[in-house]
């Protein structure tokens, strides 16, 4: 049998394609070039925010909260209240249109 290493070190392939490529002389990654590049900090600018529409998200997160765990403990009430609650909901969403 032959040896792999005798295999290995006779070029039974031939030349291959690789080896008549140009070779890069710069690596873009591993040498990367700071000097072409301007380091601009970039930022999208801030939208105004109502002084109030923290509060009217988190009463709204709440009412939602309070109409899913009503659901899950007793869907008997919940199915009588729900009226009251899509209301609510309703008028807080209108709210946030101000």
Known sequence: MINLKKLLSENVLGDLPS??????????????NHEDEEAVEEAAPKMRVKPYAKELKAAMLSLKRFDNMARMENPGSHSRAKGAIAK???????LRHL
């Open 19 to 32: 080896s008549k490529l140009m070779k890069m002389k710069w690596n873009p990654v591993t040498e990367a």
């Open 88 to 94: 609510a909901i309703k008028a807080l969403q209108a």
